[in-house]
């Protein structure tokens, strides 16, 4: 699917309050959520967003969430599909438990080809301008006036075209977000981190920030984070006397055999090997 083929059906939209956290859930359908007033933690597939006041979050259908709630927040929320497809389904749809939800449940399968922003949750934060537009929304929706379908479609369609353009054209573009990533790397690569960590230092899903890896540096966070504990050991070998196990323990392997594997992969030697033939001739 692409941008514009979007023509949105809203099957419920309103203001609602919560006051407990949520239990593990699927959505039949698309998630629109905006933050009116307080702060909750939303998780969706073990990674955490921060939603504060005017905080967005957007995301496809089959998605499995959470809120974990301090204090009571208000919240506008739509229930969406891309298309009009499905829209004799009315009214809105409750979540399925997450251990009784099927991809058959799902009312639509929907993959943009020219905005992959969109097919994974995406969270926009100080959505100002966003606010006003959602709220049309809603007042639209709750009057049911004549077309009232027709044009909570056209509103949500402006409301989604805005909240893309906020994502990729905010004052810390991508490439800035990729910055924040490889430094964050670089300076814990030592540690036991994995993708969702490393995504949570940016707000982006896992799978979305480890596309844009590859679009920007031809490897997945996966790969970059591996050279750079090699580069890392390297280093150690050729200017220090550590121990393999030490210098596996630094780089962030989790055992001296993990290291020496991965080692001998990556440059057909065992670190043993590579220590003795070049640390004399460096």
């Known amino acids: 699917m692409k941008i514009y083929e979007i023509n949105p059906f809203i099957r419920f939209a309103t203001a609602i309050r919560l006051f407990a956290d949520t239990e593990n859930t699927s959505s039949r359908d698309c998630r629109l959520f905006y933050v009116l007033k307080g702060s909750a933690r939303l998780v969706i597939n073990d990674t955490q967003y921060e939603l504060s006041q005017d905080s967005a979050i957007l995301f496809p259908s089959g998605t499995i969430y959470k809120f974990d709630i301090d204090k009571p927040v208000k919240l506008i929320a739509i229930n969406f599909d891309y298309t009009q497809n499905n829209r004799n389904i009315t009214g809105s749809l409750s979540p399925v438990a997450a251990d009784r939800f099927k991809k058959y449940m799902k009312l639509e399968n929907i993959f943009f080809e020219d905005a992959d922003i969109l097919n994974y949750p995406l969270q926009i934060d100080k959505a100002f301008g966003l606010r006003d537009k959602l709220e049309n929304i809603t007042n639209v929706y709750k009057k049911r006036e004549l077309y009232y379908i027709e044009r909570c479609s056209a509103l949500l369609k402006d409301a989604v075209v805005d909240i893309l353009q906020n994502a990729l054209f905010t004052s810390q573009t991508i490439m800035d977000k990729i910055d924040t990533v490889i430094d964050y790397i670089q300076k814990n690569y030592s540690g036991n981190i994995n993708n969702t960590d490393i995504a949570e ?82």
């Open 201 to 282: 230092i940016v707000n982006y899903h896992p799978y979305y920030l480890n596309r844009l890896m590859i679009k920007y540096t031809k490897l997945t966070l996966h790969q970059y984070l591996l050279n750079v504990r090699l580069e890392k050991a390297k280093e150690y070998l050729l200017n220090t006397s550590y121990s393999i196990s030490v210098i596996a323990e630094k780089c962030g392997f989790y055992s001296p055999g993990h290291f020496s594997g991965t080692f001998k992969k990556e440059y057909g030697c065992s670190p043993k090997e590579f220590r003795i033939q070049y640390k004399n001739v460096l």
